[in-house]
């Protein structure tokens, strides 16, 4: 798994690349808390090369959406999500908890 | 295919899932089935590394992942706590964000992507069977 964040004036734009199971989920919780740390509440998450994302992956999206959303500072929204990952979150009954976008450019924009 | 023996550490999901997309692409699963598989047996997994060998680091899960006729069948065995997939509560898929438990949830998704999830548990250690027909 490989996390790249981009800073913009009003959101971070973190890209998730690779595969977030059980093993690489903490580093993944570790990016997101660490953006909310520097105060970034507004995260866009970049996911058009993520291939793979279990329940732990799940379980970190859920608890950055809760901290992002608290006291209304934030939000985070999903980008480019591939489609075996979307069926997953459907599934999961995630789909209706994010927002999410086709491209980045317009998921920095809403912000 | 004999069963293969994995510690029972995070870090080795990544050969479970891969061992599982082998079988089922060699037997003509589709793509959106390969994944379905591996999300299922990886969630098996880790249930079994966190759960069953909760505080033991130096745990062995079995797997062996054969074709029984159209079905695949993924079966895993441990020697840990028992830990009954059938006992865990549905998670409410329904809840807003401020009360949604993600407990339950990787069992919930095993289920959902597989045919049939049965448990076993005996002297000689806890099985997991999961199957699924090819379409």
């Given at each position: 798994m490989e996390i790249t964040t981009q800073e913009f004036k009003h959101c971070d734009l973190i890209s998730v690349k690779g595969r977030v199971d059980s093993a690489t989920a903490p580093q993944f919780s570790k990016a997101l808390e660490t953006a909310n740390d520097n105060g970034r509440f507004k995260l866009a998450l970049e996911l058009s090369e993520l291939e793979y994302m279990s329940s732990a992956g799940f379980r970190a999206l859920l608890a950055a959406q809760r901290n992002c959303k608290r006291y209304n500072r934030g939000e985070v929204v999903l980008v480019r999500v591939p489609d075996r990952i979307r069926e997953a979150l459907e599934l999961a009954g995630f789909t209706e908890l994010f927002k999410t976008f086709d491209d980045s450019v317009t998921a920095v924009g809403s912000f | 295919m004999p069963d293969h023996t994995f510690p029972a550490k995070f870090e080795f999901l990544d050969e479970i899932r891969e061992q599982v997309a082998n079988v089922a692409r060699t037997n003509g699963f589709s793509e959106k089935a390969i994944y379905s598989l591996q999300l299922a047996a990886d969630e098996a997994a880790s249930n079994i590394i966190e759960h069953a060998y909760e505080g033991i680091s130096d745990g062995t899960l079995f797997m062996s992942c054969t074709m029984n006729g159209d079905s695949i069948v993924i079966t895993m065995r441990d020697h840990g706590t028992p830990f009954n997939p059938a006992e865990v509560r549905e998670p409410n898929?329904?809840?807003?964000l401020s009360e949604r438990q993600i407990g339950g949830l990787g069992v919930y998704l095993m289920r959902k992507l597989m045919d049939t999830v049965t448990y076993k548990t005996s002297n000689s250690g806890n099985v997991l069977t999961m199957t699924k027909k090819r379409e």
């Open positions: - | 898929l329904k809840a807003d």
